[in-house]
Nanobody
Framework: QVQLVESGGGSVQAGGSLNISCAAS????????MAWFRQTPGEEREWVAT????????YYAQSVQGRFTISQDNAKTTLYLQMNSLKPEDTAMYYC????????????????WGRGTQVSVSS
């Protein structure tokens, strides 16, 4: 089992930056990659970015490419998402996920989920 706890969400004005974190604990050696997803009320969960834990390779949704950066600490137990040039449409609950990544950009590729941290961007 892997436990994931997000933190660092908050409110920011458009054009601003925010860095959110995800602390992983438990049997993290069983996971191949970690990712960020986001979701707004009434909408499907949307993939944001993925990092492969050992190789460090990163992948981004087109909507955040060039603005967001996914990274991990050296111990590979904390995941980060640096969000720059934020837009009102980035407003969502952001979830951390971990798993085998059979499919990178879809929820079914991840076995473990955090409870989310809210990011709100005002215009």
């Amino acid at each position: 089992q892997v436990q994931l706890v997000e933190s660092g969400g908050g409110s920011v004005q458009a054009g601003g930056s925010l860095n959110i974190s995800c602390a992983a604990s438990g049997d993290t050696s069983s996971t191949t990659c970690m990712a960020w997803f986001r979701q707004t009320p009434g909408e499907e969960r949307e993939w944001v970015a993925t990092i492969f834990i050992r190789a460090g390779a990163t992948y981004y949704a087109q909507s955040v490419q060039g603005r967001f950066t996914i990274s991990q600490d050296n111990a590979k137990t904390t995941l980060y998402l640096q969000m720059n040039s934020l837009k009102p449409e980035d407003t969502a609950m952001y979830y951390c996920a971990a798993g085998g990544c059979a499919v990178v950009g879809f929820s079914r590729g991840y076995n473990y989920w955090g409870r989310g941290t809210q990011v709100s961007v005002s215009s």
